[in-house]
């Protein structure tokens, strides 16, 4: 049947009273041209046929790009192990395929990534390697560690949070909608503990406190030796102790701060 001809038809689906599938193929004028009875599944035809699940990354190739997409909607494109896996199979394929010249990642059905998958975290926890060695292997995200030779874009909608943010920083370049959401949600759950610190440190004597700071980064990251780091150390607080530490040992010696106690 030629495409021009086929466009002229279309296929009606019934039940028959046994239960069969009728398929009838019928001109657009109502015509009938064949009847096809089809015995659906039954349980015990599906025995030992395992029913097929559907990918949890798709891929499309259109000329030199390839275009990958996570596919699991239901979780808002969470990634669990598996995904990881077929991720990272498609990008070492893309890195290896010379013919391909740049990749597209997205999520399917309106979310970029939710991050790594919470409930296979939960439940599933020893399936979960962590490497130590971030130059060996893998991250849990699947491609995120990777260092393409080749330009990565992603089309970002919806939600990109967490691992799905790991995943977007994975890109060269990142297209977005203006409704797109990033971030990194867990970090919410650490901000009263954060503000908590804040005001803690702000409690503090602030002149001692920053140049304990001055002196502690300039030993760890400019100071060519011990000596110096002791010498900048001493330069850089001398004035502390003439304009806030007499002043906070006079408030001790009137009893403020004794036993550790500021009250």
Known sequence: MSSTLARRFCTRVSE???????????????????????????????????????????????????????NRPEVRNAVDRETARQLLGHFEAFEEDSSLAAAVLYGVGGNFCSGYDLKELAHHS???????????????MGPSRMQLSKPVIAAVSGYAVAGGLELALLADLRVMEESAIVGVFCRHFALQAAQALAKE???????????????????AFDAPCFSQALQFELDHSRHVILEEAVAGAKKFDSGTGRGGTFS
């Open 16 to 70: 028959t009273r046994k239960g069969n599938v009728s398929l009838i193929l019928q001109s657009v004028y109502g015509r009938k041209i064949r009847q096809i009875t089809v015995k659906p599944f039954s349980a015990s035809s599906r025995k030992g046929q395992a029913a097929a699940a559907p990918e949890r990354v798709v891929a499309e190739r259109k000329g030199p790009v390839l275009t990958v997409g996570i």
């Open 126 to 140: 020893a399936s979960i390697k962590l490497e130590q060695d971030v130059t060996k292997g893998p991250g849990p």
């Open 201 to 219: 440190i702000s409690e503090f004597p602030q002149q001692c406190l920053r140049a304990d700071r001055a002196s502690a980064y300039h030993s």
